[in-house]
């Protein structure tokens, strides 16, 4: 089983309605972190939680919020979806001594479409 | 600010043939380096980081990249390329801040010709 792991894998909605991403990790890891991928724009932060009470916004919150439920799940919320959000979404996490230096350990993606 | 630029968004080698995936970095302090590797339908794995020390670091599969400070770039290379190796690799930079500071590249996806 996967130490990182995200649901839905795949999922289509259409324009406004509200969409939930699950991460769960099995890895003890503190740190939590939802990234976007972009086709020729790589990964960009959306949200990052160092605990259950320490969650902050990343280069791209807008449109989206989180929920960290326990120290081993990581919510990724879309309160109403557009087409423009539309892209492969990554589940990521780390422990101290490897976010020092930026090691992350990544879920396989859960690829969401905004009709 | 750090930015990351990977040279080339595809790249074709033949198998058996020198893997050369570019990167260049720009960073106001000495920075940490990265190589993540996608492969299809998969997350992004570390293939190999330099932080300190050694500027020539190996990773997984038979990858290497080298830290060269003067031309700021942290280049992959693997002498043979084989047929698994087709994937995206990614570039990062960050800083001793932590890993919300991470920056990647915009990736290179290789592909390897029979």
């Known amino acids: 089983d996967a130490d990182v792991t995200q649901t839905p894998r795949n999922r289509i909605t259409k324009t406004g309605k509200r969409i939930m991403l699950e991460c769960s990790q099995t890895k003890g890891h503190d740190r939590m972190y939802w990234y976007r991928q972009d086709p020729g724009l790589g990964l960009r932060l959306i949200y990052y939680s160092f605990d259950v009470k320490d969650i902050n916004k990343g280069e791209i919150s807008d449109g989206y919020s989180v929920s960290r439920q326990a120290q081993a799940k990581f919510s990724l919320s879309l309160e109403s979806a557009i087409p423009n959000q539309t892209a492969l979404y990554f589940c990521?996490?780390?422990?101290?001594?490897?976010?020092?230096?930026?090691?992350?350990?990544f879920g396989e993606g859960s690829r969401l479409t905004v009709l | 600010a750090q930015s990351v630029t990977q040279l080339g968004s595809h790249v074709s080698v033949s198998e058996g043939a020198l893997v050369l995936l570019r990167c260049n970095y720009s960073?106001?302090?000495?920075?940490?380096l990265f190589w993540y590797v996608q492969y299809p339908n998969q997350g992004l794995q570390l293939l190999l980081k330099y932080t300190t020390g050694a500027t020539l670091v190996k990773g997984i599969n038979g990858f290497e990249a080298e830290f060269k400070k003067s031309e700021t770039s942290f280049h992959l290379t693997k002498p043979s390329a084989h047929m698994s190796d087709a994937a995206e690799y990614f570039c990062a930079v960050s800083r001793i801040q932590g890993a919300q500071k991470l920056v990647f590249g915009q990736g290179t996806r290789l592909t390897i010709n029979p």
């Open positions: 960073s106001s302090v000495p920075p940490y």
């Open positions: 990521a996490t780390s422990d101290y001594d490897r976010s020092v230096t930026g090691e992350l350990f």
